[in-house]
């Protein structure tokens, strides 16, 4: 990915054509992530690795950098920072991000 972001600063493309090399470049870097790992089975510590935040110190719920939310199948439930469950590819997410990280996580128990 960062290789396809160097080649976008460095050469002289066009912005449309800088912009479908970016997306394909995030698409191909989805689909390599989720093949090598299920980001729902990964512990606390590995979680906060790829960017994850804990809500409080003493909250289950780790909040979804807005890159990693397109790792989580449609289906899966996400929690609001202050309480209600969404669901992933049904309900309204809104993908504003503070902190780095959405205002949805999800629990972990590990």
């Not at 090399?21 to 698409?27: G, N, V």
């Not at 199948?73 to 503070?98: A, C, H, N, Q, S």
Request: charged share 25%; hydrophobic share 40%; net charge negative.
């Amino acid at each position: 990915m960062m290789n396809r972001v160097a080649q976008v600063k460095h050469y002289d493309w066009s912005n449309n054509f800088n912009v479908s090399e970016i997306l394909k470049a995030y698409e191909e870097s989805i689909e390599h992530f989720s093949k090598e790992f299920n980001i729902l089975e990964l512990k606390e510590s590995e979680l906060i690795e790829l960017g994850f935040n804990k809500f409080s110190k003493e909250s289950k719920l780790m909040l979804i950098p807005i890159w990693a939310y397109d790792l989580f199948p449609k289906g899966t439930e996400v929690i609001g920072l202050f309480g209600g469950t969404y669901i992933k590819g049904k309900d309204y997410i809104d993908m504003d991000i503070r902190g780095g990280c959405l205002a949805f996580g999800i629990e972990v128990n590990n």
